[in-house]
Nanobody, 120 residues
Framework: QVELVESGGGLAQAGGSLTLSCAAF????????MGWFRQAPGKEREFVAH????????GYADSVKGRFTISRDRAQNTVGLQMNSLKPEDTAVYYC?????????????WGQGTQVTVSS
């Protein structure tokens, strides 16, 4: 079992920055893929970024590439998402997820989410 707890959401203006954090509890995450996803009201959940726990590989959605950076701190068991140059369309609930050996899907571990709101 892996418990994931997101934090760091809030209100930002367009062009501003926020940093999200996901704390993981309960299991050694070696071999896991950690991901950030988001869901806006009335829309499907979408992939934002993922990173292997080893840090050897990362991936980003085209919509955030160059603006967002995913990271992990193995010592603190956390995954970060640095969000720069925020746009109103980034407004969503952001979720942290984890899966063993592959990018997370609905059957894997998910946090409760943290709200990000970007005003213009």
């Amino acid at each position: 079992q892996v418990e994931l707890v997101e934090s760091g959401g809030g209100l930002a203006q367009a062009g501003g920055s926020l940093t999200l954090s996901c704390a993981a509890f309960g299991r050694n995450l070696s071999g896991y893929i950690m991901g950030w996803f988001r869901q806006a009201p009335g829309k499907e959940r979408e992939f934002v970024a993922h990173i292997s726990w080893s840090g050897g590989t990362t991936g980003y959605a085209d919509s955030v590439k160059g603006r967002f950076t995913i990271s992990r701190d193995r010592a603190q068991n956390t995954v970060g998402l640095q969000m720069n140059s925020l746009k109103p369309e980034d407004t969503a609930v952001y979720y942290c997820a984890a899966a063993y050996g592959r990018s997370p899907t609905d059957d894997d571990y998910w946090g409760q989410g943290t709200q990000v709101t970007v005003s213009s």
